[in-house]
């Protein structure tokens, strides 16, 4: 019977009979053609445990790819030339199709390749290629969209994979753009969503000078339009960064240097654009704004934008949004308001519904203490308070008047329909930890408070954000068809 050998007795690493072999001297004594000396400084055999064996696939990239050992066949490509081996090459879809197809390069021992896409490059071309040579390739995050485009182009599948993974996991505010339209043309839907829902969450709080510069107006009107974009505050606050964008699509050439620039520099261009218009003319009307730069502006939530006067008063002065259309909506509110005492508020709300007429606000809440506020604007009588306390989050119906809202219903009961999120990112703005409510309908007595949503206490962090929905009288019939 054969016993394998404890390594450790062999080289040294364990003792026995309580003494440490010395497996040096041991070694050396044994030592072919050099029998009963030692030699301290040079040992026979050095035992690295740090040392690891070269992987099959480490070398055949190396030794078949690298060096094109046993080539079959040449790709020129890109001012390039790479010595391959069909049987790797044939991993892709694009060189299977060409090697088992009638096409004429099925036998050639030279292939030229025309690479159309703009965004491949001949260093994510190589990368695209060696991963047919390799288990897993290491992929440089500059190199994501090239790669991406490369890959697509040559069908690799397993690169096309590593690529959409290593894009989902890195969106930030200087990538969220490159990704979206990188996505869109190669057909990466998660991707896409992922842009979306990254934009949705941290435009009004990540956004600078340069997102605003790259950001497409379809993919800005998309975001502005969803009833899941996180409104800090209030809804001004999306037509503000709106009017800084116009400002920077326009006055391409307008050099920034921070937001503090950004701000100072819209209103003076603002300021002059206003002085061209004629009486009663807008500026989205006008002939310097094309129909696609006005598309963001009207997934504004303009009833709620009319529902505070100073608001009101800035969106009449600014003249970007049409004077007309502002009144329209103010006469749409006094028209609900007069119909409260007849009509129910909330009726058989569907999530259509409420998704497209319910008013967007949040909160952000740095520091684990108690919080309460109430966001500013008329709500038709209704004045939630809302707290922050440890890890629940409650809305009180207030009764005693105040000066930003002197106008307080005395109704019995008023109907709420709302939705509710708490949720918390890292530091590039990925989505960490999300607990919801859902769409519900509460009837709000007088001064009643009610706990709406309870955080899990150990995963808590800050900052934390809030977001609302809230929708407080459905609109008209003939206002929601015309809309």
Not at 102 to 113: N, Y
Not at 379 to 399: P, V
């Amino acid at each position: 019977m054969w016993v394998m050998a404890d390594p450790r007795v062999l080289y040294g690493t364990c003792s026995m009979a309580g003494k440490p072999v010395r497996s040096r001297d041991t070694l050396s004594s044994h030592r072919p053609g050099n029998e009963g000396t030692k030699d301290e400084h040079e040992p026979w055999y050095r035992y690295d445990r740090r040392k690891r064996p070269r992987s099959t696939s480490t070398y055949i990239y190396e030794r078949l790819f690298k060096q094109g050992h046993g080539s079959d066949v040449s790709l020129n490509a890109m001012g390039r030339t790479w010595h391959l081996h069909r049987l790797y090459l044939a991993q892709a879809g694009y060189f299977a199709s060409m090697f088992s197809g009638a096409w004429k390069e099925s036998d050639m021992q030279e292939i030229s390749m025309d690479v159309p896409d703009p965004t491949v490059d001949a260093d994510a071309l190589d990368l695209a290629l060696g991963s047919l040579y390799q288990d897993e390739c290491a992929l440089p995050l500059p190199c994501a969209v090239p790669c991406l485009a490369a890959a697509s182009l040559l069908q690799a599948d397993g690169l096309i994979k590593q690529c959409v993974d290593l894009m989902l996991s890195s969106v930030t505010a200087e990538t969220v753009c490159r990704y979206h339209t990188a996505a869109l043309r190669y057909g990466q839907k998660e991707v896409v969503m992922e842009c979306h829902g990254w934009l949705q969450r941290n435009i009004l709080v990540e956004w600078n000078v340069h997102l605003l510069k790259e950001l497409d107006a379809e993919l800005l009107a998309a975001v502005v339009a969803s009833a899941d974009l996180v409104v800090i505050q209030v809804e001004m606050d999306i037509y503000t960064l709106l009017k800084r964008w116009l400002f920077l699509q326009l006055q391409t050439d307008c050099v920034c240097g921070d937001v503090a620039d950004l701000v100072l520099d819209t209103e003076e261009w603002l300021k002059k654009e206003k002085q061209t218009l004629s009486p009663g003319c807008s500026l989205l009307s006008s002939s310097r704004v094309s129909s696609h730069l006005a598309a963001p502006f009207q997934g504004l939530r303009r009833w709620a934008l009319a529902n505070d006067g100073s608001q009101l008063s800035s969106l009449l002065a600014d003249r970007i949004l049409s004077p007309q259309s502002i009144w329209e909506v103010c006469n749409e509110q006094w028209l609900c308001l007069l119909n409260l005492e007849r009509e129910r508020r909330i009726r058989n709300v569907t999530w259509d519904n409420f998704a497209l007429w319910s008013v967007r606000c949040g909160r952000k809440i740095n520091r684990n203490f108690l919080h309460r506020w109430r966001w500013t604007g008329f709500h038709f009588g209704l004045d939630l308070l809302l707290t922050f306390s440890t890890r629940a989050i409650t809305l009180h119906r207030n009764l005693q008047p105040y000066a930003p809202t002197p106008l307080v219903s005395m109704a019995p009961s008023i109907p709420v329909a709302f939705r509710m999120r708490a949720f918390i990112t890292d530091q590039a703005g990925g989505l960490k930890l999300l607990k919801g409510t859902g769409m519900q309908i509460l009837e709000f007595e007088r001064e009643k408070e009610e706990t709406v949503l309870i955080l899990d206490d150990c995963h808590l962090t800050f900052p934390l954000y809030i977001s609302c929905n809230f929708l407080f009288v459905e609109p008209p019939q003939h206002m929601r068809e015309n809309w």
